[in-house]
């Protein structure tokens, strides 16, 4: 279940940078502006974005990193057999 919660909120937070994004962009191109004025908002609202999907690429590789541990140890766990409290139980 606690694995769940964790790409439940990556989810959230790649939908709400989606989001940021897209309405970004729209505000951008909608507002009459200079193409040279036009071009650098762009530039710069791209830079942000590629910052933002690093943070998110990192947090979820992280995160896989997590699971993959948990699922090694996990295996280990069954191919050693039950331990003495749960075999008396």
């Known amino acids: 279940m606690a694995e769940n919660k964790g790409s439940d909120v990556l989810a959230i937070i790649a939908a709400a940078l989606a989001g940021a994004v897209v309405g970004a ?33 990192t947090s979820l590789k ?16 069954e191919e050693e057999g039950p331990s003495p409290e749960e075999a008396q139980g």
């Not at 992280?62 to 295996?75: G, P």
């Open 25 to 57: 962009t729209i505000a951008v191109l909608l507002t009459p502006k200079s193409g040279e004025e036009m071009r650098r908002e762009l530039k710069e609202s791209l830079e942000d974005l590629t910052g933002k999907l690093k943070e998110v690429g």
């Open 62 to 77: 992280r995160k896989v990193e997590e699971l993959v541990e948990k699922a090694k140890k996990s295996a280990e766990e």
